[in-house]
């Protein structure tokens, strides 16, 4: 269907421990039936009212606290998160106080860049190195320095995508990215066969600029979004011999999509290949 795929996982659950932990984070990027766009990870916690709660007061489980749940975190985002991969959430957003055991600082995700950082580790996840992110460290971010960079992952059943990006590779910071899917005959919606290929994101990243404006510092509106989708068109066509190309588009940017040549096929956005 070209959906994006994020995958909420949760550390510390009963019957597991940081080694086991660490496997499963490696085995979700490894193994070619997972490789998730996206990750929310939620350590365990305990709260008054559940059966996880029962288990805690009768001693039978212990959640992970601050210092377990940082190591494992960190050491996960140094070793096995791919650049392909954003990850969305560190934490829940639940009030620390609310908890009855297990992790009660709500700045999580500062805690494990700052456990990283003291050690030079580097997490190599797009939201690390998006370039609006870099710019609020105080990192150069030049648009004029940016490259296009492609990689390919070969996915469950003997699918392709690619991962498009546009790069500062002085800043280490992405600018855009694109994500291309060529799927197997197993394809099930009718809009999409084995000669359709499916873009399933496209996103320019960087400080919000309004629509219409241009800034020389700014990412958005230079035009990356149509450099990636043309660069997606080529390969679908010349690599993956598909004469056809969708975009699973909100209602919202279609019309930027029409603007590039598509046109409704269902609930996508299409356009035929020459």
Known sequence: AGLKVCYHIMPGLPGSNPKRDLRMFKRLFKDKRFKPDMLKIYPCMVFEGTKL??????????PYDEETAIKVIAEAKRKYIPEYCRIMRVQRDIPG?????????????????????????????IRCREAGHKMR?????????????????RTWRGGLDYFLSYEDPEADAILGYLRL?????????????????????????????????????????????????EKAEEI??????ADKIIVISAIGTREYYRRLGYERVGPYMGKELN
């Open 53 to 62: 709660y029962d288990m805690w007061k009768r001693g039978e489980y212990e």
């Open 97 to 125: 106080h609310l908890a009855a055991a297990g992790i009660r600082k709500t700045n999580l995700r500062q805690l494990v860049h700052e456990y990283m950082k003291e050690r030079g580790w580097e997490c190599r996840c």
């Open 137 to 153: 460290k105080g990192v150069d971010v030049d648009p004029e320095r940016a490259e296009l960079k492609i990689r390919v992952e």
């Open 181 to 229: 899917r060529k799927p197997t005959e197993e394809a099930h919606r009718p809009e999409i066969d084995s000669d359709t290929a499916i873009v399933r994101e496209l996103k320019v990243v960087g400080p919000q600029v309004p629509i219409g404006d241009r800034r020389s510092d700014a990412v958005q509106h230079r035009g990356f979004g149509e450099r990636l989708m």
């Open 236 to 241: 679908a066509s010349s690599e993956l011999g």
